[in-house]
């Protein structure tokens, strides 16, 4: 069982630019989960998926951020008008279909590193 | 809102020493907790959660952690450290229902030292 892959791995643009990632789950998971991590914090919650459905969104998700999941497999993370603030480790995670009684475990990528000059 | 406190920045025991990382949490109702590792350059790797049952949890890698409702803390420990445990730790919080039930919310981590 392959994990959670994210691609790129590491991103340098330039400030202003627009860049995208990737993220491939788990086989058969149907959430979706994306995360920003910067230096010296934990990750902090940005947007989920439920399928090909965005069912929740942080504050932290500027308009400037949008995020897909078309088809309930793979999602993109989009960034417009890069800042030099959203620096950070972009992390995508996935969990399994909820059954009741229980709570699922979210798997985590590698994740994609952006550096905005 | 729901949120996690981890009061240590940093760890250091010996090798063969028991080992723990400190972990309080709040939240509305009962919590579900969980442990995560990261490695430098990694993503997070599950160690063990807490959902209902019995307040000791045991995980991957020999860690377990001991859930205490009246303290809210829910500590990771390990009998015996050893070198490779060296990492960053993760204390992470998610609420039973309501708005933001979904998200896993993080403390900023434990930087954890095993000295040989």
């Known amino acids: 069982d392959t994990g959670v892959s994210q691609d790129p791995r590491h991103k340098i643009t330039k400030r202003g630019q627009n860049v995208t990632f990737r993220c491939d789950p788990i086989?058969?998971?149907?959430?979706l989960y994306w995360y920003r991590q910067t230096l010296g914090q934990g990750p902090e919650f940005l947007t989920y998926f439920q399928n090909e459905a965005q069912l929740e969104k942080s504050r932290l998700l500027s308009d400037r951020f949008s995020a897909e999941r078309p088809k309930g497999s793979f999602s993109t993370l989009e960034i417009q008008r890069t800042e030099q603030g959203d620096s950070a480790m972009y992390l995508c995670?996935?969990?399994?279909?909820?059954?009741?009684?229980?709570?699922?475990?979210?798997?985590f990528g590698p994740g994609t590193r952006l550096t905005v000059l | 809102a729901q949120s996690v406190a981890q009061p240590e920045d940093q760890v250091n025991v010996a090798e063969g020493n028991p080992l723990t990382v400190k972990c309080t949490y709040s939240v509305s109702g009962n919590p579900y907790l969980f442990w995560y590792v990261q490695y430098p350059n990694r993503g997070l790797q599950f160690l063990l959660k807490y959902i209902t049952g019995d307040n000791l949890v045991k995980g991957s890698y020999g860690f377990e952690a001991e859930f205490n409702k009246s303290q809210t803390s829910f500590h990771l420990k390990k009998p015996s450290a050893l070198v490779s445990d060296s990492a960053l730790y993760f204390c992470?919080?998610?609420?039973?229902?309501?708005?933001?039930?979904?998200?896993?919310?993080f403390g900023k981590g434990t930087k954890l030292s095993v000295i040989p």
């Open positions: 992470a919080v998610r609420g039973l229902s309501g708005a933001g039930s979904y998200q896993l919310t």
């Open positions: 086989s058969e998971h149907n959430r």
């Open positions: 995670a996935s969990s399994p279909p909820l059954v009741e009684g229980l709570t699922d475990t979210q798997y």
